[in-house]
């Protein structure tokens, strides 16, 4: 039995739901892949990098746009593409066919959103699918996906961020991964962590018990172990400057991206350039009014945070079958005060140092104080129809039924 | 009993103008309820060096998210099912909840099986504890009970209870946990704030609002964890995990081509 893959991908496009057996399928082929990769995987560079998108299929797309079509592009995936957004599936389904077509043109790295212990996938494939089989098949292929990456020997990519457990590569690479994420360990602290706010002893937001934690350390020795923090996430740490030094330096690593927090400005970097987070969902839940971005790695690791805003409504789809809350939502990009400065919840340390480049793609190249307005693509919003660019071909009205066996090019 | 055991005490208290609490002036005003739980707790703890976990639940969580910053020592704080946005956009609602209850009853078992039945509660247990209090005997025969509390009398403070209840959970300095019933709908602040790990969020699908009296064995669970993790002397738990793998290398890593 074979599957069309190239058909599944130009129907994830087209945000067409693919049946319950084409998914199990799918996911049986994609755990293939996965298993033979290991838990950190060796990525070369240019490359891609893309934080959290959780279900926002249209920003999905305006990423694609924005920043090149897989495998044209290399990409590597940071984790959370499920929850919170209305096309969880949609958005899984694309990024798993790509897997699958071009295994080594996209890395998939696990966030804590893939897990069973979220309920907004869960009801999602409930309501599409009438069922929870396919809400199975995609978190039992989501025990397989990595937990790493490192670009070049030089950048290590990670959902969350570092662990009191975890001084080496090597340790990360002997976890057995293959399972639900557990509360608590490594494999959970790595998906979990944030890195400390600055200044992190004295500010309001930190828990009182991390003041005693960081004060007891006295002696060179406890640095380290002084530089962890209870998180106020309730799993994972808060990691600090000095450990992440020490992780970068013991492993021969220049830096971590990561993804996990919400930025408003699209990005942050953090610890002097040690740290730094991509967020790639625009207006989080359709409310929060952010921008986001991807991380464009050149050949000789020249890092450009690519800022984008929400796809326009004109492009975007409201869903019909679930609530219509999105379309309201969705216009409230348009408002003004968005893009004010004192909304932005960056703190006073943030080095932007990529910020004379941080223009949102398509619309002038200034940032839009009035706020987005609709259509304003500036040639980078284009017809669904017309954007496949590897020579798919496509076509709408096709059916499952039969099959056509194709061999893949791996 | 679960937070017992762990050497927490509990003490869970009728606040004014509600249960078996008596004092002159019954108004919700949120200045007063915060100043009566400060009071509370510097008479109840130990001394200033005791640990204190505060939880609010619906109107509750605004008291407690207001008077954390004022009581030394409060390690953590939780709020129970509330959402400011959310919060707010009901309470044009609540002049219809409040009409369509019923304002009497012949007797505490019909106002336990009117709350089961009006999917206020779930757990029929909970409900034959808490519902009692929350009435009251008028005088005369046949019996006839009332609600303990006028709800309808404080309107003038229903605004006042949830404004800025947000902001004010994201600027407590302890620990803070948010537990929703059903589903985690978040205002935009929470949302950002949540997205930046700023809290914990913990949802119950199953439970109603009342999520201290349909799930408490659960919340209780989640409770006594979050209060052991943000304890003062806790130790960071580190995992050996081997330096170097013992055997061959676990699955090759494939260089991209």
């Known amino acids: ?410 | 009993m679960l937070l017992a055991k762990d050497g927490a005490r509990v003490v869970a208290f009728d606040a004014r103008g509600h249960g078996a609490t008596i004092c002159e002036n019954e108004a919700l005003d949120p200045l007063l309820l915060v100043a009566d739980l400060v009071a509370i707790v510097a008479a109840v703890r130990r001394d200033v060096d005791q640990e204190i976990v505060l939880i609010g639940h619906s109107m509750g969580a605004s008291i407690v998210v207001s008077a954390a910053n004022s009581i030394p020592n409060v390690v953590a704080a939780g709020v129970i099912d509330v959402v400011e946005g959310t919060a707010i956009e009901s309470l044009s609602h609540m002049h219809s909840v409040l009409r369509n209850r019923p304002a009497k009853f012949r007797s505490t078992d019909d106002a336990i099986k009117w709350s089961l039945r009006s999917h206020l509660l779930q757990n029929k247990e909970s409900a034959k504890i808490s519902v009692p209090h929350l009435l009251k005997r008028l005088a005369g025969e046949p019996p006839v009970f009332t609600w303990r509390t006028d709800l309808a009398a404080s309107e003038p403070y229903w605004k006042s209870w949830f404004e800025g209840l947000s902001s004010r959970f994201l600027a407590m300095k302890c620990a803070r946990l948010l537990v929703l019933a059903g589903a985690d709908r978040l205002d935009k602040e929470l949302t950002i704030g949540q997205m930046q790990g700023k809290f914990q969020v913990v949802v119950y699908p199953e439970s109603w609002h009342y999520v201290q009296e349909d799930v408490p064995d659960k919340l209780a669970e989640t409770l006594t964890e979050f209060w052991t993790r943000n304890q003062k002397l806790v130790t960071i738990k580190r995992f050996p995990i081997p330096i170097k793998p013992a055997a061959a290398t676990v699955g090759a890593t494939a260089p991209q081509e």
Not at chain 1, 45 to 55: L, N, Q, R, Y
Not at chain 1, 64 to 87: E, Q
Not at chain 1, 138 to 147: G, I, M, N, P
């Open chain 1, 1 to 410: 039995m074979g599957i069309d893959i190239d058909l599944c991908i130009s129907q994830c496009y087209q945000r067409q739901l693919l049946s319950e057996a084409v998914v199990k399928e799918l996911c049986e082929l994609g755990k293939a892949v996965l298993a033979g990769e290991g838990n950190v995987r060796q990525v070369a560079a240019p490359v891609t990098v893309v934080g959290d998108v959780h279900g926002q299929f249209y920003d999905v797309l305006e990423i694609f746009k924005i920043a090149g079509y897989c495998p044209d592009v290399n990409y590597v995936f940071l984790g959370d593409y499920v929850d919170r957004g209305f096309f969880s599936v949609e958005t899984i389904a694309l990024l798993l066919c790509l897997k699958i077509r071009h295994p080594h043109r996209i890395t998939l790295i696990r966030g804590n959103h893939e897990s069973r212990a979220t309920y907004g996938f869960y009801t999602e494939c409930l309501r599409k699918y009438g069922n929870s089989n396919v809400w199975m098949y995609f978190t039992d292929f989501f025990d397989y996906l990595v937990l790493g990456a490192v670009i070049e020997d030089a950048i290590f990519c990670v959902h969350g961020g570092l662990s009191p457990s975890i001084h080496t590569l090597d340790q990360i690479k002997v976890i057995d991964r293959f399972k639900e994420l557990p509360h608590e360990g490594p494999m959970a602290d790595l998906v979990w962590s944030d890195p400390a706010p600055a200044a992190t002893a004295t500010t309001a937001t930190t828990p009182a018990a991390s003041l005693r934690f960081t004060a007891a350390s006295s002696s060179a020795s406890d640095d380290m172990r002084g530089d962890f923090q209870i998180s106020p996430r309730g799993a994972g740490y808060l990691f600090g400057k000095i450990v992440t030094a020490q992780f970068l330096a013991t492993n021969d690593l220049g830096h971590i991206c990561r993804a996990h927090q919400l930025c408003m400005e699209g990005y942050q970097v953090l610890f002097d350039d040690l740290v730094s987070t991509v967020w790639s969902a625009p207006n989080y839940c359709y409310r929060a009014g952010n921008l986001a971005s991807v991380l464009q790695i050149g050949v000789g690791l020249e890092r450009f945070f690519n800022v984008f805003g929400p796809c326009p409504d004109d492009a975007r789809v409201a869903p019909n079958r679930d609530g219509g809350a999105i379309v309201a939502a969705s216009t409230n990009i348009g408002g003004g005060g968005m893009f004010d400065d004192d909304e932005v919840l960056a703190s006073e340390d943030i080095v932007l140092e990529q910020k004379k480049v941080s223009r949102i793609r398509g619309r002038g190249g200034g940032i839009s104080r009035s706020g987005v307005t609709g259509g304003g693509g500036g040639g980078l919003v284009r017809e669904i129809s017309s954007m496949s660019s590897n020579g798919v071909a496509i076509n709408g009205n096709s059916t499952f039924s039969n099959p056509v066996v194709s061999e893949f090019f791996l």
